[in-house]
T-cell receptor
Framework: GDSVTQTEGQVALSEEDFLTIHCNYS??????LFWYVQYPGEGPQFLFRASRDKEKGSSRGFEATYDKGTTSFHLRKASVQESDSAVYYC?????????????FGTGTRLQVLP | GPKVLQIPSHQIIDMGQMVTLNCDPVSNHLYFYWYKQILGQQMEFLVN????????KSKLFKDQFSVERPDGSYFTLKIQPTALEDSAVYFCASSPGRRSGNTLYFGEGSRLIVV
């Protein structure tokens, strides 16, 4: 079935470091791809999405480019801040589902040290 | 951004009792969802709902679970009877349209503790 894989369970960086969180997907066709961020005690917040090959999504300095060739949607930020510490989820709008189902990856916990 | 409200934020309940979790979705949204998150773990899809009907449910959506949205009021998740393994945070989400992969907007979650 449709799925999302996030290889990093946890990432620890210092402020102003470059961030990459890897996301690969498995699905037929062109699923919509999303990044969500979850702060402690809160629900996931939508960051951005992309729906077509080579489309770039971005928000708050984060960005990711839809790559159908490598089935990836890696999250990047040039210079992280302590306030970026949170759990980041890659998600997929399942194209095999005609019910609008959205599947989440396992999440990556980002800790940014001052 | 759009707000989804969930009531209650926390509930402690005895095993075997019934619990109803309430969700007030974004006003013009058409699709509604419940996700389950055990502490420190991933978001797991339970069910989605459209036009008064369950569209899809996962294996986690046991027979003891039910959802409804009577007369456009709260979208509810009812668990009857509850079990210890139902302890988790339950997140409600809504999305505006029909196309696969529409953006979900989440509430703050309802933390359920079954003792």
């Amino acid at each position: 079935g449709d799925s999302v894989t996030q290889t990093e369970g946890q990432v620890a960086l210092s402020e102003e470091d470059f961030l990459t969180i890897h996301c690969n997907y498995s699905a037929s066709g062109y699923p919509a791809l999303f990044w969500y961020v979850q702060y402690p005690g809160e629900g996931p917040q939508f960051l951005f999405r992309a729906s077509r090959d080579k489309e770039k999504g971005s928000s708050r300095g984060f960005e990711a480019t839809y790559d159908k060739g490598t089935t990836s949607f890696h999250l990047r930020k040039a210079s992280v801040q302590e306030s970026d510490s949170a759990v980041y989820y890659c998600a997929l709008g399942a194209p095999s589902s005609n019910t609008n189902k959205v599947v989440f990856g396992t999440g990556t916990r980002l800790q940014v040290l001052p | 951004g759009p707000k989804v409200l969930q009531i209650p934020s926390h509930q402690i309940i005895d095993m075997g009792q019934m619990v109803t979790l309430n969700c007030d979705p974004v006003s013009n949204h058409l699709y509604f969802y419940w996700y389950k998150q055990i502490l420190g773990q991933q978001m797991e899809f339970l069910v989605n709902f459209y036009n008064g009907k369950v569209m899809e449910k996962s294996k986690l959506f046991k027979d003891q679970f039910s959802v409804e949205r009577p007369d456009g009021s709260y979208f509810t998740l009812k668990i009857q009877p509850t079990a210890l393994e139902d302890s988790a945070v339950y997140f409600c989400a809504s999305s505006p349209g029909r196309r696969s992969g529409n953006t979900l907007y989440f509430g703050e979650g309802s933390r359920l503790i079954v003792v």
